[in-house]
């Protein structure tokens, strides 16, 4: 999926690294081995607010550069 995704240029945020340990979701994350835990659900929260506020930063000095460019 995020091999596709990468192909078509949309941005994937990878919980994995997160929820996961070794490639298996770890219990506590999912009650039924699909649906986050809220506890899983408030580490994709900060993980999305993360990439967010990074993207932000980035839009951000895009922006300056195009108000800031001698015209």
Do not use: Y
């Not at 996961?20 to 994709?44: I, K, Q, Y």
């Amino acid at each position: 999926m995020a091999e596709l995704c990468q192909e078509r240029g949309i941005e994937v945020l990878d919980l994995n690294p997160h929820v996961s340990l070794n490639g298996v979701r770890r219990v506590e994350m999912s009650d039924d081995g699909v649906h986050f835990t809220p506890r899983a659900n408030a580490v994709w929260i900060a993980a999305l607010r993360e990439k967010l506020s990074d993207q932000l930063f980035l839009d951000s000095g895009r922006l300056a550069k195009i108000l800031l460019a001698p015209s």
